[in-house]
């Protein structure tokens, strides 16, 4: 407007005329575009946000069930004359009882619970009760009974898991109409859980073994956990601090404040660059071919997932510790060169600490990032039922064959039977948190130490 | 602190590298067809014996069966699913790597079946002709071998319902692929006389038999190369389609599905051990026989396998949906005997 008004010229005429209150069309258009810009800026926002909530109510909504669990409470009678036929309490024949051989005792508890309170129920034979009990349940009687031989001949109270499809119906995700066409479970059967459920045999509980157990064949979703996964994450974690932070941040410090600028450091420059845009599946052939097939560093192992990982993380690092030392004045550097540092003394003892909040948020980001990675895993064997044994000690967690989070979650989300749908919901909400607690460290280091000149 | 951590990295590669000479748990790759019953396996073996349970990674059959035939020792693996027996060609791969005993051992029979959305149109019998009719580049029509004209299921067969076909089936890599183009595909070209039809027309018999089990390429037939659960994915969002599956995964979404009977015969694990129900293939895995002693539990998970209470009728895996072997003590037999492929001891 002031240009208008203060250069006159043939085409401002009519604008002498107008009062500053009064828009003309002109002012009138620009503010509009003005208004107009805001409302896109707004709605794209707002369809961030949706589309946010959407994706936060479907996780939680699908995966919330996953921390709950179904138990059964049975009192088992660990009858001698199935588990101990010799009668001398030798741990090595005790062994020899498969958990085939408890699977009856534990149909028979139930059965027997089921007859005491007098429940009505069309089922005449423990074997019935086959469609209530987690497969797991003979396993979990089994260990005790090993652990503790003096049990045979008492009764003992056990927390057992129910089956997947009684604890779906519990928790509302098997209805009475879907069991209508399942043949895994049948009304009757619920109208029994329903009995159960009332005199307090069954009920639901926090499902630590969610976070904390291993994972489980197809058969038995409910016994199914993320634990050793976790583990096997932490430890491919570990692997691509351990590689990918000293050799970052030594590569970048030397790039930037040692290396003269010629060809071959912009070559260098350039192909950083073009790494950190490599889709990671291609790290994951690189890794088949080089660490296992070449090096013959074990299948499956979290080391080698730690080692493709590092591949993939590192020119994140590279860029933004490039970027957090390019952002020291050069004042410091000058001031320190000024009395007397030698130019090593300058970088390590003035500018790198400077530089580090921004390094570490930079490291952070690059972790995060390498724990939500799936795909490289695929082809180094971390994907199928893996997770199943705890690693033993430190270096039994790096070799140990293992799984990861997201490949864990991957894995679920493949099988066949609906329970684990649930699970692998409930297993990304795990890995939100560990990312959200990652992502949340980073912006706290940054407000609190980074410093602006 | 970056100079310790890069140097304890580095130390336990070092140590990992020697470590990877003394695994204790068996490896098992292949088959996402074996994969459920392995596991199911596995996690028994490990309640079961002092042994760790055994580790099993899926990627399709012949993924596991190439694993398999790297070579001998620690660093290969052990035992490889497949979900069709192991080629000739593998076989001399295998020696050519000095992989040369191996022993083949059958778990049982798996049902392919044809299911669609439970509220979707009765799709209820399918004949091998109707499915060739649907799915193949060039059908018999009037006496004559034309490209495909139909778009709906009734124009063939007024049996079937008058909606579009949109038929969803398992991809190249899929070992399940091939029994459907053996076991369905070619047998509803023959019936339907598009096999003598194109014999006629001066196509060489390898030919034939290469054009019967084509697919057509305009979109009716979708190639899902992912799992089951992708193609239940496109059955529930598609309440036209119809899916193959194996008869394990139907049993576990039956509230979701319905299947339909092939040639009249309703799949069930019952009527695939009879042989009544035309589409189904044997499940096999691979033992390495230098293993066997080297690797702790290798010869007594192969012997739990196939064991009565694991592949027997009542087991777990007949449970799951496995169709038991009705030769089961046989394969005990040549498990227990390590006889290798080719009748070697």
């Known amino acids: ?453 | 602190m970056t100079l310790k951590l890069t140097a304890s990295a580095l130390a336990i590669a070092a140590v990992s590298a020697s470590a990877a000479h003394a695994r204790d748990n068996v490896q098992v790759a292949g088959s996402s067809t074996v994969l459920p019953y392995a596991s199911i396996v596995a996690e028994a073996f490990g309640e079961n014996f002092d042994f760790p349970t055994p580790v099993v990674e899926s990627g399709g059959s012949s993924a596991g069966l190439k694993r398999f035939c790297e070579g001998v020792g620690e660093n290969s693996i052990d035992i490889a699913n497949a979900s069709r027996a192991i080629r000739e060609k593998e076989i001399e791969a295998c020696a050519a790597n000095g992989v040369t005993d191996i022993i083949e051992v059958r778990i049982g029979y798996d049902g392919i079946v044809f299911a669609s959305q439970i509220d979707g149109p009765a799709f209820t019998a399918f004949e091998p002709a109707d499915l060739y009719n649907a799915l193949a580049p060039k059908v018999l029509k009037d006496g004559a071998l034309v490209d495909n004209p139909y778009t709906t299921w009734a124009e063939f067969n007024a049996d079937l319902p008058d909606v579009e076909i949109s038929a969803f089936i398992p991809g190249t890599k899929h070992g399940t692929r091939e029994v459907f183009e053996e076991k369905v595909l070619a047998v509803g070209c023959e019936i339907t006389g598009a096999f003598q039809a194109m014999i006629d027309g001066g196509m060489s018999e390898d030919d034939a038999e290469d054009a019967c089990i084509a697919v057509r390429t305009d979109g009716k037939s979708v190639d899902i190369d992912g799992d089951y659960t992708e193609t239940l994915a496109r059955i529930d969002s598609n309440a036209n389609g119809v899916g193959v599956f194996g008869l394990a995964f139907y049993e576990n979404n039956t509230d979701k599905l319905k299947v339909a009977t092939m040639s009249g015969i309703a799949p069930s694990t019952e009527t695939i051990a009879s042989g009544e129900y035309p589409v189904s293939r044997p499940l096999f895995f691979y033992v390495k026989k230098a293993h066997i002693g080297v690797i702790p539990g290798l010869k007594e998970y192969a012997e739990f396998f196939v064991s009565d209470e694991i592949a027997g009728p009542d087991g777990p895996l007949s449970e799951y949906g496995l169709v038991s072997d009705p030769e089961l003590a046989q394969t005990q037999a040549a498990v227990a005997d390590e006889q290798t492929m080719g009748g070697g001891m």
């Open chain 1, 1 to 453: 407007m002031t240009d208008a008004t203060s250069t006159p010229g043939p085409m401002d005429a009519p604008a002498v005329k107008g009062s500053l209150h009064v828009q003309d069309a002109r002012t009138r258009k620009r503010n509009a575009a003005e208004a107009r810009f805001k409302f896109y800026g707004l709605s794209a926002v707002a369809i961030g946000l949706v589309f946010l909530v959407v994706l936060l109510t479907a996780i939680i909504g699908n995966g919330v069930g996953a921390f709950q669990q179904s138990f059964i409470a049975a009192q088992v009678y660990l009858d001698p004359a199935r588990l101990d036929k010799a009668g001398d309490r030798n741990i090595e024949d005790i062994k020899k009882v498969s958990t085939f051989g408890y699977t009856p005792l534990i149909q028979q508890a139930v059965f027997d619970k089921v007859t005491e309170l007098g429940i009505d129920t069309p089922f005449d034979d423990a074997k019935d009760m086959k469609a209530l009990i987690s497969a797991s349940a003979a396993a979990i009687v089994r260990d005790e009974v090993i652990a503790n031989p003096d049990l045979i001949g008492q009764t003992v109270e056990f927390r057992l898991l129910a089956a997947s499809r009684v604890d779906g119906y519990l928790k509302g995700r098997v209805s009475r109409d879907s069991v209508a066409r399942d043949k895994n479970i049948d009304a009757e059967h619920l109208d029994l859980v329903d009995a159960l459920r009332d005199e307090g045999i069954i009920a639901k509980g926090f499902n630590a073994s969610f976070i904390t157990g291993a994972d489980a064949s197809e058969s038995r979703p409910e016994q199914a956990g993320l634990g050793v996964s976790i583990l096997g994450s932490f430890f491919m974690m570990l692997v691509v601090l351990g590689l990918s932070l000293p050799v970052g941040v030594a590569a970048s410090i030397y790039l930037e404040e040692f290396a003269s600028k010629n060809r071959l450091t912009d070559i260098i420059e350039v192909n950083i660059s073009n790494l950190a845009a490599v889709p990671s599946i291609v790290f994951g052939i690189l890794g088949l071919a080089v660490f296992i097939q070449f090096m013959h560093l074990p299948q499956s192992a979290p080391l080698v997932g730690g080692l493709v990982l590092t591949l993939m993380t590192l020119p994140t690092i590279i860029i933004s510790t490039r970027a957090s030392l390019k952002a020291v004045p050069p004042s410091i550097r000058d001031a320190a060169l000024g009395v007397g540092a030698s130019k090593m003394q300058s970088v390590f003892h003035h500018v790198l600490p400077l530089a580090m909040p921004g390094i570490l948020t930079g490291t952070i980001i690059g972790l995060a990032q390498a724990l939500g990675e799936t795909a490289p895993l695929l082809l180094i064997g971390m994907v199928g039922y893996i997770a199943t044994n705890y690693p033993e000690g430190l270096a039994g967690g790096f070799i140990d064959p293992n799984s990861a989070m997201p490949a864990q979650i991957y894995e679920w989300a493949k099988r066949a039977d609906p329970a684990y749908y649930e699970r692998a919901w409930g297993g990304i909400i795990i890995l939100l948190v560990f990312l959200m607690t990652m992502n949340i460290i980073a912006i706290l280091l940054r407000r609190r130490f980074e410093r602006r000149w």
